[in-house]
């Protein structure tokens, strides 16, 4: 397990942070397919927090992305860098994602997050930021719409329906069992937003949401346990 300090000039008010979403926005890249859904490496990362005793333990679950065992997985703790702020919880949670995509002895490959990436208010959620600073393949996968509208997908698994701000698609909800409640998928950094729903359909086998994020989410809250009693 990594222990993570806040990194020095990290932001520490909304107005900071939003002036360096609005630097980083730019760089996200949206014209690459990115890798075949299937092949390679996949990464799950997720994050728990105990606020009683300021810390946040972050996980990172590399899966082959063929087959869905674990190759590889790493952890990090570290205290919370940045107050509760909806549309800004990237600043919460990078600085101990980072610390465990950077521990893993293996390239994560895609990155799938338990969150957003385009489907955001300014259009660079977590997915995004953390694609932009690590130059992967980053994929948002969320459990809720957050503010934007949708048409309820059709039945069957597999089945899509765009994700609206306005006249804007900012994602897909994508149903990944059926008659069961639809994820939130959309794109982070150098994926399209058919290949990350065709990802997300790969990695959803036999449950709701992403192996990478069950995994990844079990992980980082093992972490945190561990972490609580040091």
Known sequence: MTTVSTPAGWPVTEEAARAVQDGLRTRVVLDEPGPPPGTGHVTGVDVAYDDERDLVAAAAVVLDAATLDVVAESTAVGRISFPYVPGLLAFREIPTVLAALDALPCPPGLVVCDGYGLAHPRRFGLASHLGVLTG???????????????????????????????????????????????????????????????????????????????????????????????
Not at 148 to 154: A, E, I, S, V
Not at 188 to 202: I, K, P, W, Y
């Open 136 to 230: 992967l393949p980053t994929v948002g996968v969320a459990k809720n719409p957050f503010t934007f509208t949708h048409d309820d997908p059709d039945t069957p698994r597999g089945s899509t329906s765009p994700l609206l701000a306005g006249e804007e698609e900012v994602g897909r909800a994508l149903r990944t069992r059926d008659a069961v409640k639809p994820v939130f998928v959309s794109v982070g950094h150098r994926v399209s937003l058919d290949n990350a729903c065709a990802h997300t359909l790969a990695l959803t086998p036999a449950y709701r949401l992403p192996e990478t994020t069950r995994r990844a989410d079990a992980l980082c809250r093992r972490a945190l346990r561990e972490a609580a009693v040091l």
